[in-house]
């Protein structure tokens, strides 16, 4: 239960799903967390439930906006004055714009860029001077299966999403002298607002949910926590030699050709 003590680490979107996941299992193994998150009323919820679930838990909720690059820089000044220097940052923010290319508006675009490749290259830019500095650091940036496949009609997540790995690959070559390691997880389908919200919007939400069952190579859906776990490990000092890769967690499903 102590895989991260004595770090500090950031969670980007952090107020739910998989943020708030990763949150939690960073405060049971004994890190410091700053939830970073643009919903500061789930946020304070989130730090709320880790503190009622983990005893002595040190958790703050930072109003942050990983769009604005200002803002992220003093969302990290704020938290290295408070609970220390960031061992650990969770570049976990993220929205899913789904559209047809053609037909795309501008905004879409920037929309998704704005979030999705700004938001992670904003956080890379916020911590890397102290990590730098300090000689030690872990980035895990949350990409997606969408960063190495492609489903027609979602477009463009996935562009940005494979930003995010080259990103991470960039970043872990640039920094690696440092001992600065910057990886990338991709997870599959898993159970959150985001995929509900995705089932929501089709025609017969239940028979979305059920053809994205019936993918999977496991007959089901993933779970927050699952890739929480996978976090940790990158995070603590396990995974020392682990650096600009990317793990995926998606139940084996990119892995299949067809059933
Ligand atoms: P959710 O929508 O459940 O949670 C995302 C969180 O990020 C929300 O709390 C949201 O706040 C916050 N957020 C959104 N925009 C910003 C912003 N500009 N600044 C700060 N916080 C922001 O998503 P998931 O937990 O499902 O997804 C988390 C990450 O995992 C994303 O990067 C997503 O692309 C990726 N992912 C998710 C998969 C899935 O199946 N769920 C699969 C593959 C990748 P608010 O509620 O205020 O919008």
Redesign the pocket.
């Known amino acids: 239960m102590n895989r991260l003590a004595g770090k500090v680490a950031m969670v980007?979107?952090?107020?739910?799903?998989?943020?708030?996941a990763i949150a939690l299992a960073f405060a049971r193994e004994g890190a410091a967390v700053a939830l970073?998150?643009?919903?500061i009323d789930?946020?304070n919820a989130t730090a709320e439930r880790i503190r009622s679930e983990v005893s002595g838990a040190r958790v703050i909720a930072v109003p942050?906006?990983?769009?604005q690059s200002a803002q992220v820089k003093q969302a990290v000044e704020h938290i290295e004055a408070s609970i220390g220097p960031l061992d650990v940052l969770v570049n976990?923010?993220?929205?899913?714009v789904f559209c047809d290319p053609l037909t795309m508006t501008d905004d879409d675009w920037r929309r998704c860029f704005?979030?999705?490749l700004d938001?992670v290259w904003n956080g890379c830019r916020a911590v890397l001077p102290g990590m730098v500095g300090r000689g030690r650091g872990s980035i895990v940036n949350?990409?997606?299966?969408?960063a190495f496949k492609i489903i027609p009609g979602c477009f463009p997540?996935p562009v940005a999403?494979h930003g995010v790995i080259g990103l991470t690959r960039a970043l872990g070559i640039e920094y690696a002298p440092n001992h600065v390691r910057v990886n990338a997880i991709?997870?599959?389908?898993?159970?959150?607002?985001?995929?509900l919200?995705w089932w929501n919007a089709q025609p017969d939400p239940k028979a979305a949910r059920q053809a994205t069952l019936d993918l999977q190579p496991m007959k089901r859906?993933?779970q927050?926590e699952e890739?929480a776990m996978t976090a940790v490990f990158l995070a603590s000092d396990e995974a020392p030699f682990i650096n600009a890769s990317c793990i995926t967690v998606d139940g084996g499903r990119s892995a299949l050709y067809h059933d």
């Open positions: 980007t979107g952090a107020g739910r799903g998989i943020g708030a970073a998150e643009l919903d789930t946020a942050t906006d990983v769009t976990n923010a993220g929205i899913n704005a979030v999705d938001g949350i990409a997606s299966t969408h997540y999403k991709a997870p599959g389908y898993i159970e959150t607002q985001l995929t919200d859906i993933g927050p890739v």
